[in-house]
């Protein structure tokens, strides 16, 4: 009698989000156990331009989602565990940038307005010749 076992590595259908001020924004894989302070650290902290009393969590549909205010100063600074948030599959981290870096982020854009398009311009490309060689231009 054949046997077959199947067993699960990773959900990879599963996620949660982090945006804005953190260092690794992007989804992360949800695996039912993880709370704000374990997807920060996951995310490699905060950037020195973040608002750490406002940040967000956004669960549910987009027309009345639920948000829940983390202060990240007491949770991860001050070790304050008692208001830490259980994440729920697609849940999103928000991490504001503070007044003074959004009024940076406005003066560099007026500055700087063609920025994105001068950085993808010094971005390698990478040509394969379909025999399994590439080359990279600059």
């Keep these: 009698d054949p046997r077959v076992s199947v067993s ?3 959900y990879r259908s599963k996620y949660y ?22 997807a920060i650290g996951a995310a490699g902290g905060v950037t020195r331009r973040a608002a750490w009393t406002r940040a967000k969590v956004i669960r549910g ?3 009345e989602p639920e948000v829940y205010g983390v202060n990240l100063k007491k949770l991860i600074r001050g070790g304050d565990t008692s208001r830490d948030i259980l994440l729920a599959e ?10 003074l870096a959004m009024i940076g982020y406005q003066i560099q854009n007026l500055l700087f307005p063609a ?3 001068a950085a993808l311009a010094a971005t390698p490309a990478t040509f394969s010749s379909g025999g399994g060689t590439s080359s990279q231009y600059r």
């Design 61 to 63: 549909d987009l027309e």
């Design 90 to 99: 697609n849940d999103v981290i928000y991490v504001p940038p503070t007044v």
């Design 8 to 10: 699960v590595t990773a």
């Design 115 to 117: 920025r994105p398009a």
């Design 17 to 38: 989000y982090l945006y804005g001020e953190v260092v690794q924004p992007g989804p992360r894989p949800y695996r039912g156990y993880e709370t704000v302070r374990d």
